[in-house]
């Protein structure tokens, strides 16, 4: 094991394990832990409504377990939630896969989504989220690392909020680190957005945190680990949508002409949703609606055409630009096996 990770020892657990004995406490990478802000481990035969809140799916709880599953009539995934505002923090919890087709920790702040730490089958990702009512924002994939999850095994993750970067690790082997710039912007709520059926969680608690002294040094050799591992989606179709919204948010940056390109198809968007909104609602209702007003409405048609012609012209750009994006969009052409 690299020096970096040298082991701290740190006090067990406030709550307790009703599955399985309490395993030793998990070491801390980039913070150290403060206050507890909140423990939930379960105890009671249901859920605690004065600190959770169901929004989609079935949850039950059982000696000491919460167990979600997606319920196919809500056309989501299941969701719980806890109000617990921070902006750096340890939070750590047990799970397992029980048949779902993976969840993800999900954080948010005021004005809505701020960031994830996603588990499946085959690996564990970090992104941040897009603001839903920025137009320009984007869901920014900060890194993954391709691992095994095993269904009906137990682990235990840990995830450090500290400053920018965000850093999720299990067995202090297996680890993601993000770092963006708005990470470190004030949080307001956690919850587990569940797909397919059952996973399952305990010992859930999080801690206020503080950086550690040589948070920088260590953040610096784990992104050059992660950066070795060269870790790529198995499936073209989200390799590709992944190189194109990081080359799209770096272009946006650094690219005034694709930056014109972009603030004009949002121009376009954005007053066909100022006119229309019901019709970009995610309703039936919505898109029967687009769908009438593509036939009859001469207005939206030509505004239509030409958000699509916009669109196009950011994708050849992007595509010109990056070879290597031409290449995996070649990719996701190619028949799919089926899942």
Known sequence: MNKMFVRFALSLLPCSVSFAEQPASPDLWLTQKGDILF?????NPAI?????TVAK???QVENGVLTGKE???????ASIRANVPFTNAVLQFDFKLDGSRGFFLSVNEAKGHHSRVGITPDGMTINKDRDKKDERSLSLPLGRQNVTFKPGVWYTIVVEYCGNNLLAHINNETFVLGTQEQIGSPKTNFGFPVLGEFASFANVTVWTATPKADTDDLKTKLLVRQAERNDH??????????????????????????DQLVNDRVA????MTKRWPKAFQTTEAARTLKKKLLTENEEFKALSLRSTKAHQAELSYLLKKSPKLAELKKATLKPQPAK
């Open 39 to 43: 423990c939930e481990n379960f105890s």
């Open 48 to 52: 605690d409504t004065n600190r959770w």
């Open 57 to 59: 799916g079935l949850w």
């Open 71 to 77: 319920l196919a009539a809500d056309h989501h995934s």
């Open 233 to 258: 989606p198995a499936d073209p179709r989200v390799a590709y949508n992944e190189a194109e919204t990081l080359l799209r948010d770096k272009l946006m940056k650094e690219d005034s002409a694709f």
């Open 268 to 271: 376009i968007d954005t007053e």
